[in-house]
T-cell receptor, first 120, second 115 residues
Framework: DTEVTQTPKHLVMGMTNKKSLKCEQHMGHRAMYWYKQKAKKPPELMFV???????INESVPSRFSPECPNSSLLNLHLHALQPEDSALYLC???????????????????FGPGTRLTVT | KQEVTQIPAALSVPEGENLVLNCSFT??????LQWFRQDPGKGLTSLLL?????REQTSGRLNASLDKSSGRSTLYIAASQPGDSATYLCAVRHPGAYNTDKLIFGTGTRLQVFP
């Protein structure tokens, strides 16, 4: 099973709402990622988790709050978003990263189908 | 700062043509380069991954080459088909401090193959 799943597929939320995006993989991968992709632009990295610990935060506003409850799950909690946060949010996983996993640097990242988020 | 660009930005060709998509990066200190395909509104599908020590990788009608010293990669698509229509993205795995290496994506090439 080389699949990364994401729910929901589409989400419309108001600026005062609280919602969560979910990502799941069962490939035994220990690195998981959140990306944001605006229309006709490449994906931009937001967060990286390695062995359930936050490894990279690309200076993302605090209205986005990631969580990795276990090695298979990755959540992105959303609160008080702005209309400009509307985008496709992509989750990805890979077998590992970091100096301790140098051999894993040549393994692929597997992406989920994304959640299309609209903030009204 | 690593920057990745792709040319052309868009390409429209008749079915059956052989295609070359280009990717260039400014910092040659990469671990690998990966080519992805993205259909409109969908996630990314990995096509090929070339390690920094490799020169090329092949999968079916696709061939990707890497010249790390000059900061260039090409994706060659043989005998293009309408089903190949999508956006093609290249991404380099760029080293950082411990646990911070990451993929940096190119600007993408939107390909349309018409019958």
């Amino acid at each position: 099973d080389t699949e990364v799943t994401q729910t929901p597929k589409h989400l419309v939320m108001g600026m005062t709402n609280k919602k969560s995006l979910k990502c799941e993989q069962h490939m035994g991968h220990r690195a998981m990622y959140w990306y944001k992709q605006k229309a006709k632009k490449p994906p931009e990295l937001m967060f990286v988790y390695s062995y359930e610990k936050l490894s990279i935060n690309e200076s993302v506003p605090s209205r986005f709050s990631p969580e990795c409850p276990n090695s298979s799950l990755l959540n992105l909690h959303l609160h008080a978003l702005q209309p400009e946060d509307s985008a496709l949010y992509l989750c990805a996983s890979s077998q590992g990263l970091g100096l301790a996993d140098q051999r894993n640097r040549n393994l692929k990242q597997y992406f989920g189908p994304g959640t299309r988020l609209t903030v009204t | 700062k690593q920057e990745v660009t792709q040319i052309p930005a868009a390409l429209s060709v008749p079915e059956g043509e052989n295609l070359v998509l280009n990717c260039s990066f400014t910092d040659s200190a990469i671990y690998n380069l990966q080519w992805f395909r993205q259909d409109p509104g969908k996630g990314l599908t990995s096509l090929l991954l070339i390690q920094s020590s490799q020169r090329e990788q092949t999968s079916g009608r696709l061939n990707a080459s890497l010249d790390k010293s000059s900061g260039r990669s090409t994706l060659y698509i043989a005998a293009s088909q309408p089903g190949d229509s999508a956006t093609y993205l290249c991404a380099v795995r760029h080293p950082g401090a411990y646990n911070t290496d990451k993929l940096i994506f190119g600007t993408g090439t939107r390909l349309q193959v018409f019958p």
